[in-house]
């Protein structure tokens, strides 16, 4: 039988009385956890370099909005695959899962679906984000194509080197050149380094997350850049963040925009100062809090990006 009907609760540290745990029949409630429904973050950081890449394209082309169907596929894509993708890393880590306070509550370690139900289940979200990604340009299937090598290494890497974030951030900011490509139908240099600034933005803000399991991590064996900064991790977000953000400046002279993207990206370096100002990498709620805030920073440059699109086509 696919379908669980053993709900044993919501996972630790999911959204509490989300409508996950409120509103779906309990044999659904373990799938929705398995793709972390109740936990959009993770869902809005894929989406957020797809968007910024969306508005950066239509500045280029002299559009004034990011094309608003593609902007439609990118979001089913971007909740398709993130669940696709937390579902393959939950079957390949059941093993870790088990040992970490945080984590055993997860469907599979607590005994609420099979592997073989996880399987069947990230089958179906693979073929919603297929079927999404044939909606575009031959050049963007291609290159969606690539994006599932990275996502396919991402969950080992834990295993073997301390910066997991990094293969993380090959995988996340994949977007970055999916938004340019499914315009022009190719990739030029302002996608690239979008790309590259989102790899930064990505090992900073999975950094701090990571920061909430370094104790259990150091116990089981698990590497991460959280444990192999320590108490040099304000200095390495500041190194991550600058980077990410004189990339994405770049990026953005490179496509032609004007006061507004630059404002945006401004205001954004901004809100990750404050991130760095204010963490303790010794609490891990307020951790979480602070790798949750990064929704609003990509609110920030997707406003500045598009509102600088808006002028730059009104004033043509």
Request: hydrophobic residues 55%; neutral net charge; glycine residues 8%.
């Amino acid at each position: 039988m696919f379908f669980s009907t053993k709900d044993t609760g919501p996972v630790a540290d999911a959204v509490k009385k989300h409508w996950v745990d409120t509103r779906l029949p309990a044999g659904l409630r373990p799938y929705a956890r398995l793709a972390r429904w109740e936990r959009p973050i993770g869902w809005w950081l894929l989406l957020w370099p797809c968007w910024w890449s969306a508005a950066l394209a239509a500045i280029a082309a002299g559009n004034g909005w990011p094309n608003p169907w593609h902007m439609l596929l990118f979001f089913v894509g971007a909740v398709a695959m993130r669940g696709a993708g937390c579902t393959y890393n939950d079957i390949v880590d059941v093993d870790i899962d088990e040992q970490v306070e945080r984590t055993r509550s997860r469907p599979i370690p607590a005994g609420q679906v099979t592997k073989t139900q996880a399987k069947i289940f990230l089958v179906l979200q693979a073929l919603v984000g297929l079927i999404v990604l044939l909606q575009f340009n031959t050049f963007s299937i291609a290159l969606g194509v690539v994006s599932l090598v990275p996502v396919a290494v991402y969950p080992f890497m834990k295993r073997i080197t301390n910066w997991p974030q990094l293969f993380l951030g090959f995988a996340f900011s994949w977007g970055a050149l999916m938004g340019w490509a499914a315009v022009f139908g190719e990739l030029s240099l302002a996608p690239v380094l979008l790309y590259i600034g989102g790899i930064f933005w990505t090992i900073g803000y999975d950094t701090i997350y990571a920061h909430q399991d370094k104790e259990d991590d150091a116990l089981v064996g698990v590497k991460s850049t959280a444990r192999l900064f320590g108490d040099k991790t304000r200095p390495a977000l500041i190194a991550l963040y600058a980077l990410a953000s004189i990339l994405f400046a770049l990026a953005a002279a490179l496509a032609d925009a004007g006061p507004a993207a630059f404002a945006g990206i401004l205001l954004g370096a901004l809100h990750l100062g404050w991130q760095i100002v204010v963490i303790d990498i010794d609490d891990g709620e307020q951790c979480l809090e602070l790798f949750r805030s990064n929704k609003i920073y990509g609110w920030i440059l997707f406003a500045g990006f598009t509102v600088d699109a808006l002028i730059s086509w009104m004033f043509a």
